[in-house]
């Protein structure tokens, strides 16, 4: 059974990701930081819950000796949790602003990336998915009218479209230097969840699409892409 740990599960995307991958079978860890919460959304989905708040360093480090301890390997890594961080325009912005936002969108993902590689070196098929946005694409960005993810045209985000960016470059150097692990970055598409405070156009289940669909790939699927619901997302 494929073992997958999906960070900031507890609700939209990620719990939606969470509920089709154990209706495939996926042996489903739910990280949620907020144990309460966490808990629920685990047990309603049929997944197992394990705490993991993505900014700090010794719940990730509790969260992978657990996973160690109980199954010893991981398979497939999805990278989901995020936040939008300030909103404002960029003259408003302030660096701790910036490093809030950071925090949880780029070094969340390494740090995990990090802590949980060992587990997945001793999986046949190890994969990492990586849930960034269209907004970090510097393509997209020069030319919105050549991409149809509905994005919104314009939104004051500098430190979440840069820090999906920034993920996007993480990812793509990943894959060059794990050979061994399927590393792939995906694009949910403008879908309606708290983050966006619902509005997105899409429902939680067509963004949580693409991230099902890589998953399911693991580790036999290409690496080093960028992938959205209707086909590669330019970088
Ligand atoms: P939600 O706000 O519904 O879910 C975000 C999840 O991340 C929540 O479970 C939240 O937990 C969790 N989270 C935030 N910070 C942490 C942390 N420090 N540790 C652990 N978990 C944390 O948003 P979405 O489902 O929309 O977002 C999921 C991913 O999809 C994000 O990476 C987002 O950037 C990306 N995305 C979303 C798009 C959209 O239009 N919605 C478009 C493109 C990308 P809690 O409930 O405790 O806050």
């Given at each position: 059974m494929t073992t997958t740990l999906i960070t900031g599960a507890n609700k939209g995307i990620g719990l939606e990701t969470a509920r089709r991958l154990v209706a495939a079978g996926h042996s489903v860890h739910l990280g949620a930081r907020d144990p309460a919460r966490g808990a629920a959304a685990a047990e309603r989905v049929g997944a197992s819950f394990l705490p993991l708040d993505v900014t700090d360093d010794a719940s990730v480090a509790a969260a992978a000796r657990t996973l160690e301890e109980c199954v010893?390997?991981?398979?497939?890594?999805?990278?989901?949790?995020?936040?939008?961080?300030?909103?404002?325009?960029?003259?408003?912005?302030?660096?701790?602003?910036?490093?809030?936002?950071?925090e949880t969108n780029l070094f969340g993902p390494f740090r995990v990336?990090?802590?949980?590689?060992?587990?997945?070196?001793?999986?046949?098929a190890p994969a990492m998915v990586n849930v960034s946005s269209g907004l970090g694409s510097l393509a997209i960005a020069e030319a919105p009218e050549h991409y149809t993810s509905m994005l919104?045209?314009?939104?004051?985000?500098?430190?979440?479209?840069?820090?999906?960016?920034?993920?996007?470059?993480?990812?793509?150097?990943?894959?060059?230097?794990?050979?061994?692990?399927?590393?792939?970055?995906v694009d949910p598409g403008w879908t309606a969840t708290d983050l966006n405070g619902h509005r997105g156009v899409q429902t939680v289940?067509?963004?949580?699409?693409?991230?099902?669909?890589?998953?399911?790939?693991?580790?036999e699927g290409p690496t080093g892409g960028f992938h959205g619901n209707s086909g590669p997302v330019p970088w």
């Open positions: 010893g390997h991981l398979d497939v890594l999805v990278n989901n949790a995020g936040i939008t961080g300030a909103l404002k325009e960029p003259a408003d912005l302030t660096v701790e602003d910036l490093k809030q936002v950071y990336t990090q802590a949980f590689l060992p587990l997945l070196r001793k999986s046949a919104p045209a314009y939104y004051p985000s500098l430190g979440y479209n840069s820090s999906k960016a920034a993920l996007n470059m993480l990812t793509a150097q990943y894959a060059k230097a794990f050979p061994d692990i399927v590393c792939n970055v289940e067509e963004g949580a699409d693409i991230v099902v669909r890589v998953a399911l790939r693991g580790g």
